[in-house]
């Protein structure tokens, strides 16, 4: 079986991907955060639009990155 390519390796726009179009995105192999990912629509560029726009979330976020007051908790106990 061959191994994927690491995200920062694909563009998105290289893809062979139309409206309707489903994929899953690893996000962090230790985590094992996975995420469904649907192309609605492929619009021409808008000059307007400065970074991508979330249409829709289900569930709860991951906490990615702890603040130094909670990771000095952990250290604690």
Avoid at 13 to 25: A, R, W
Wanted: aromatic share 12%.
């Amino acid at each position: 079986m061959e191994t994927p390519p690491f995200a920062d390796q694909v563009h998105i726009g290289n893809l062979s991907l139309e409206p309707g179009s489903k994929m899953t995105y690893l996000y962090d192999f230790g985590d094992n955060w996975k995420f469904d990912v649907q192309l609605e629509a492929i619009n021409p560029p808008d000059n307007k639009i400065k970074k991508p726009k979330i249409l829709e979330v289900h569930g709860n976020v991951p906490q990615q990155y702890w603040s130094e007051d909670e990771y000095e908790e952990d250290e604690g106990e």
